[in-house]
């Protein structure tokens, strides 16, 4: 089985029923999340009931994309003492963010942290992480196995990067924040649903999903502006959505 299921698809902060970033990859009985946002461990573990999960990917501090890999750590920390180290890999910012949330504890007995931007091996997985424009230090993601890629922006301005990142890949999920005057701000991090879809034509993706939804925003809307751009499957993301991998009828 592969598949990547959304467990949450706001940004900044969840809509009511609703979480923000966070995704859920099976391939194979291999089990790697990408983001734990606002909301999202309950549905991990509604996905995955055990809790098990081989790698965590973070690509950014903000809360909205990690503050739930704390409730992680203290299921792994209290729930499960003594397991092995779960992978985690991300920018420096977010252990140092999570470190003030439990300053007693060491967060090394939990994690075996790996930094991004990098290049690793990953269970089935080439993972690499590329630096995007954001605030903060934003690691864009690109799994890759048997010929089958998956990307995923986290947080990002406009930049070609954005085209190294998704190139060819089966499933582009990109930010699509649309937030109020982003687009006349000097300096950009992050995208519209327009920028999105252009981005994924230019990256010759197969499929794009939108995803990091402003609360109150409308989602219809944000597809039809990135199918402007882009000429193939344009999903918007929602919690429970799976999508399977690598099969060319999966939509
Ligand atoms: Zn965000």
């Not at 995955?48 to 973070?58: H, S």
């Not at 939108?210 to 751009?229: C, I, M, S, Y």
Request: a negative charge; hydrophobic letters at 40%; aromatic letters at 8%.
């Amino acid at each position: 089985m592969r598949q990547v299921t959304v467990l949450g698809s706001c940004g900044a902060f969840p809509e009511p029923g609703r979480a923000c970033s966070g995704f859920a990859v099976d391939w194979d009985g291999y089990r790697l999340v990408l983001d734990l946002g606002y909301a999202t461990l309950p549905r991990l573990l509604r996905h995955w009931p055990d809790g098990a999960v081989d790698a965590v990917v973070i690509t950014h501090e903000h809360p909205d994309h990690c503050i739930d890999l704390h409730g992680l750590f203290r299921m792994r920390l209290y729930g499960q003492p003594g397991g092995a180290r779960l992978p985690l890999f991300c920018p420096p910012g977010v252990l140092d963010r999570l470190g003030g949330l439990e300053p007693d504890v060491d967060l090394h007995a939990v994690f075996d942290l790996h930094p991004l931007p990098g290049s690793y091996r990953v269970g089935p997985f080439d993972l690499t992480g590329l630096s995007l424009p954001h605030f903060v230090p934003n690691a864009g993601i690109r799994i890759e196995a048997d010929g089958i890629a998956l990307a995923y922006s986290g947080d990002t301005g406009p930049t070609p990067v954005l085209a190294e990142l998704g190139r060819g890949v089966d499933l582009f999920i990109v930010e699509a924040t649309d937030y109020d005057g982003e687009t006349s701000r000097p300096t950009r991090n992050l995208l519209t649903s327009t920028e999105a879809g252009r981005w994924a034509r230019r990256a010759g993706a197969r499929r794009l999903m939108l995803t990091h939804f402003w609360p109150g925003n409308d989602r219809k809307a944000a597809v039809a502006a990135a199918q402007v751009e882009f000429d193939g499957a344009v999903l918007a993301a929602e919690e429970g959505l799976t999508l399977m991998l690598g099969t060319p009828d999966s939509g």
